[in-house]
């Protein structure tokens, strides 16, 4: 490629390596803290809080596998090989579900389920119960919780199945329909065999956000490692134990981040070839097409439709209470209208921080992809993969690993300056929104190297060689030919990044300034204080923001439905960012 030994290719290659050791300094941080803690700490956690963290997480996870496997592959493989009536719109509809972060579905549910919730209430009205005189589920509880996830992330599992699904060969199928096998041990054993590698992908990459997961983990009392780490770091100012437990979730982390990444290099050798032939859908009995749309159409339900009119209904309940006082009162100052201020002010917050976190995301994503494109010696491809690994590290493991050295830098500054000049510097760095934007730039970089990466690898590499023939710079060669060809996958790359920063709330609970709130962290706090109907108007600003790259993904689905399986992009990677 390009040969050129001037400032242009250092420069570049300085920026890729900057962005691969800034993803990468949380990782390091946490390994030092923890391990410099002493094994004291570390035997006093095993003793107390780290077997139930182990069961419990561990709980989740295998609840959230089973249940994310279960509903995606299930729904991918109907959508794909069957035919029942409303196929077409339920084949979109089962992506909604990936506007939601799960704990927006958490609050919307305990409000519909918890004791003084609709349903309950409803239950005592008719039937005359007492407040003991009756058993229903627990909704704040481990199954609650992993319900709650499982609902938000199957789409993960279904969207790459799907993918898997349409790639297999038409002929494998009939041939196995042939020698008389049913449609059923067809499945059985000839497709779900074959579609092994990404059923696996899209599990592993369902736990991984489950694991990451605090808001619905926390408003449903289950103590995971998410929910130990930020208790140690808050309330308990243990950075020690806070430190060593992030050690053992990062551990776990990464070991599914390898197994992911395993998973996805074997799938790329288990396919069947093109399809050769198209295979017209199987025409289900009338009981098994009763069946489908009932196994597709429950996720959308209570994944989508139901979260979303429960929000609306909590939201303009508590917008009716307020009515009255707008009314009556002539002052500006009034109570509703200070609300409205404050939610303004939430928005503004949000939207500043998911826009700077998106295009230094996309800018760092941008130099690391083009550098490994343009020069493509080890280097480069290893601080590629430095890079994508933020994808595997839960939010809270990332505040805490900036949060230690960017702390002790700023005390040793503090100290320097005040011992030398008499000057108190203070916090310079820690406590400022832009660690904040540093963390999220770690966190999703991974998301933005997918989706800018899927459209660059469709650029004819002769393009890049022709521009070399003609003299261009490597910086022209991106802001003039790459950069105005791939503008729809870094709208894209920017779309994803700006809703995740938008949902993120682990790390923005840890690392923001004092008395500066996002949407997620007013609802998670109206939601810790049970004030839930207020909880919604954050909540339905987040879901609406979240729509937006499903939207995209969406139109994706319908513009792919015809094409030849082989040429379509990976539709979680390049259409949805990476887990979390």
């Known amino acids: 490629m390009f040969r050129l030994t001037s400032l242009s290719r250092n420069w570049m290659a300085l920026l890729a390596w900057l962005a691969a050791a800034l993803c990468v300094l949380p990782i390091a941080a946490v390994t030092l803290a923890a391990l410099s803690g002493g094994m004291d700490t570390v035997g006093s956690l095993a003793q107390t809080v780290l077997p139930r963290y182990t069961v ?6 295998v609840i959230v596998a089973i249940g994310t496997g279960t509903i995606g592959t299930g729904a991918a493989w109907l959508v794909t090989m069957t035919r029942f009536p409303g196929r077409r719109l339920l084949e979109i509809a089962l992506a909604l579900p990936l506007a939601f972060p799960a704990y927006v579905l958490a609050y919307a549910y305990t409000d519909f389920l918890d004791h003084p919730g609709w349903v309950q209430t409803t239950l005592r009205d008719l039937m005359g119960w007492g407040p003991r005189e009756y058993w229903f589920p627990e909704i704040r509880s481990l ?4 319900a709650m996830l499982t609902l938000v992330l199957y789409p993960y599992v279904y969207l790459l199945v799907r993918a898997a699904f349409l790639q297999q060969s038409a002929t494998a199928f009939l041939a196995a329909r042939a020698l008389g096998q049913s449609a059923w041990r067809t499945f059985f054993r000839v497709s779900l065999p074959m579609a092994r590698p990404a059923i696996a992908g899209g599990v592993l990459l369902a736990v991984m956000e489950t694991i990451a997961d605090y808001g619905t983990v926390a408003h449903f009392g289950v103590q995971t490692f998410s929910t130990g780490i930020i208790r140690s770091w808050i309330s308990f100012t243990d950075r020690t134990g806070a430190a060593q437990l992030a050690l053992v979730l990062l551990v776990f982390a990464l070991v599914l981040a390898w197994l992911e990444r395993k998973q996805r290099g074997e799938a790329r050798h288990h396919g069947a070839g093109r399809r050769h032939e198209a295979m017209a859908p199987m025409s289900l009995s009338r009981l098994a097409t009763f069946g489908a749309i009932l196994f597709c159409g429950i996720p959308v339900l209570l994944g989508f439709l139901l979260p979303v009119g429960l929000l609306l209904w909590m939201g303009w309940d ?13 002052f500006i100052e009034t ?18 921080l998911a826009a700077a976190g998106a295009g230094l995301t996309v800018i760092a994503a941008v130099a690391l992809s083009s550098n490994a494109r343009l020069f493509p010696t080890r280097h480069a491809q290893t601080a590629l993969l430095i890079a994508g690994v933020g994808y595997a590290v839960p939010g809270a ?3 805490l690993g900036l949060l230690v050295p960017f702390a002790a830098f700023d005390n040793a500054l503090d100290a320097f300056m005040e011992a030398n000049f008499g000057i108190d510097t203070g916090l310079l760095i820690t406590g400022s929104i832009w660690l904040m934007v540093l963390a999220y730039v770690v966190r999703f970089m991974a998301a933005a190297l997918g989706a800018y990466g899927s459209g660059l690898a469709q650029v004819n590499p002769n393009i890049d060689a022709v521009a070399r023939t003609l003299g261009q710079t490597p910086q022209r060669t991106i802001l003039g030919l ?27 609970l840890v690392m923001r300034p004092f008395n500066w709130d996002t949407l997620a962290v007013q609802a998670h706090r109206l939601a810790s204080d049970e004030r839930l109907h207020e909880a919604a108007v954050p909540s339905l600003v987040i879901a609406a923001v979240g729509l937006l790259p ?4 969406c139109r994706g ?9 082989s040429d379509m992009p990976d539709p979680v990677k390049g259409s949805v960012g990476a887990a979390g």
């Open 335 to 352: 109570d509703g209208l200070l609300l409205v201020g404050g939610y303004l002010d939430f928005l503004r917050n949000s939207a500043l």
């Open 143 to 146: 199954p609650g919780a992993a």
């Open 56 to 61: 419990t997480t561990l709980g989740l996870v």
């Open 557 to 565: 689905l319908g513009q792919h439905q015809q094409m030849p399986t």
């Open 482 to 508: 790459h950069l105005p060809m791939l503008k729809p996958s870094v709208f894209t790359a920017l779309l994803i990044v700006f809703v995740d920063v938008m949902k993120e709330l682990p790390a923005t």
């Open 550 to 553: 499903v939207i995209v993904l």
């Open 318 to 330: 508590h917008f009716y209470r307020l009515v009255p006082d707008w009314i009556l009162s002539r």
């Open 397 to 399: 493991v990332i505040a």
